[in-house]
C-alpha cells in the first residue's frame, strides 16, 4: 500500500509504538476526535439548510455570541470523549470551567485530559468560510484515580503529548502530531474515511505570506508596525503577500503548506491579543514547531508559558522560524 492510500486508522495502529505512553489510550482517543469530526463536519457542510444558523441566545465565557454550531460542536465533541471513557477531564472554549469525567465506576483511572476550541472562527459560518476545530492531549500530573483538579489543565505548551485540528473547508482535513511530525489526511465524505494526503507536513524554507489583521493596525505595538511595513517594502523577496481570512486554523494551515507568518498580536482594546493560550495558541505551537516553525507571544517561546488561568489570552506569532524571529528582532528593538 503506498503511503498516500493509507487511512488514518492504519497510519494510527502503524505509528502508535512511536507514542511513548500507553498507545491504546491515545489511539482510542484520536479515534474519538477523528469520529466527532466527522459528525460536525457533516453539520458545518449543511449550515447553510437548516436553520442551526444565527446564534444559541447565550454568551460563552468570552462575551462572545455563542452561534448554534459552537455548541453544537461542543456538545458533538464532549459527548464522544464521554462516552468512550477515555478521558478524566475536558476544558473548552464554550465551557466557563473545566468538565471532570468520573468513570462509570467512579474510579475515574484514565490519564488525559483535552483542551478544546470545539469550532474556531465561527463568526466565519454564516458566512461559508472555512472553520476548525483545535484540540491539545495532555497526560493529567495529579494522582490517576483521583478526581482531575485545575493543575492538569494549566500545563505549559511543552508538555502536550498530541495537538492537532480539523479544518472544515473545501475539502476536510485532520492535521495532527504526537510530537512525531505533522501529518495531514483528508475526509472522503463518500466513505467517511480519513486517507493520508499530506505525510510529514512541514514549512517551507521560506515564507512570502504574512497574516494579520491590519485594520488594527493603529492600536499594535510599535515593533508589529514596523514588522508590517518591512513586509511592505520594496526589497529582495518583498513586498510580501497578505492573506488573512479571519480564521485561525485555515490561515495556519495555508502558511505552513504555503510558508508565512500568522500573527495576532496585542492591541490597545485586547492587551494580552485575543486568542487563547491553552487551546488555540499551545495546540498551534506545538504543531508549528514540529513542522520546523516556530510559535511566540513576541518576546517568549509559546509552549514555555506557564499557564495561569483557563481562558487566558496571549499575543500570537506563528509560522516560518525565520519570519517569527525578524518579527522577534523588531519588538525587540522596541521593547
Ligand atoms: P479578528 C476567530 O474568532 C479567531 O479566534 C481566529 O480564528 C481568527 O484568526 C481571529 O479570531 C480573527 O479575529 O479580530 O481579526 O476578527
Known sequence: ??????????????????FKY????????????????????????????????????????????????????????????????IVCGIASEEEDDFIAIQGNNKKNENKY?????????SSNIDVNVSVGTIFSIYRRITPVGTPVTIEDFLQPGKNQVAAGYI????????????????????????????????????????????????????????????YIKYCQEEEDDRPYTSRYIGSLVSDFHRNMIKGGIYFYPSTSKSPNGKLRLLYECNPMAFLAERAGGKASDGFNRILDIKPTELHQRVPFFCGNKDMVETLESFMKKNE
Do not use: C, W
Open 1 to 18: 500500500m503506498t503511503q498516500q492510500n493509507k487511512t488514518l486508522g492504519e497510519f494510527i495502529i502503524n505509528k502508535q509504538s512511536e
Open 167 to 226: 479544518v472544515y473547508g473545501t475539502s476536510t482535513m485532520i492535521v495532527y502530531s504526537t510530537g512525531h511530525g505533522v501529518n495531514g489526511f483528508t475526509l472522503n465524505p463518500a466513505i467517511g474515511t480519513y486517507y493520508l494526503s499530506h505525510p510529514n507536513m512541514q514549512f517551507p524554507d521560506k515564507g512570502f505570506i504574512y497574516s494579520v489583521n491590519e485594520g488594527n493596525y493603529v492600536h499594535f505595538p510599535k515593533g508589529v508596525k514596523e
Open 22 to 85: 500507553s498507545s491504546g489510550e491515545l489511539t482510542r482517543l484520536i479515534n474519538s476526535i477523528r469520529l466527532a469530526g466527522k459528525i460536525v463536519n457533516h453539520e458545518v457542510n449543511k449550515a447553510g439548510l437548516v436553520d442551526i444558523l444565527g446564534t444559541a441566545g447565550e454568551e460563552n465565557i468570552q462575551g462572545e455570541d455563542q452561534q448554534k454550531l459552537d455548541v453544537y460542536a461542543n456538545e458533538v465533541f464532549i459527548k464522544n470523549l464521554v462516552n468512550r471513557e
Open 113 to 121: 485530559v483535552v483542551l478544546m476550541d470545539p469550532l474556531d472562527g
